[in-house]
């Protein structure tokens, strides 16, 4: 994600937007969780979220700008975003690329062919 972050910032917008805890320790944890030390409560408060989404994006080194979705879950609910979906918003706010659910349906490949598709009619302003 981020070799495909350096290579288009110039020309598209990127944000990661940090959601729900997909394997919270007070919820449905997964064995890859314990093995990699991934073990965290669902946040409670948004200061307690952002604490996870810094945590997150030092982590993985994550390079694209994190926003935090609400405590209401607001972008989850509205883009099925759960555990975690890689979309591209086309200039008049439409979806033009949605990924399957991940870690299985994480395709970055495809995720960058529609970048590639929406990138000459969608310049910065």
Known sequence: MNAIY????????????????????????????????????QPQTANQRSQLAETCAVRLHLELPMLLD?????????????????????????????????PWGFDVDGWERAILEQQGANQLP
């Open 70 to 102: 609400s405590m209401e879950n607001t972008v989850d609910g509205l883009y099925a975003a759960w555990p975690e979906r890689l979309y591209v918003v086309d200039a008049a706010g439409g979806i033009a690329y949605r990924g399957e659910p991940g």
């Open 6 to 41: 350096q290579r288009y910032h110039q020309t598209v917008y990127f944000f990661c937007v940090y959601i729900r805890e997909a394997h919270p320790t007070d919820g449905w944890q997964v064995p890859a969780n314990h093995r990699d030390d991934v073990l965290h409560a």
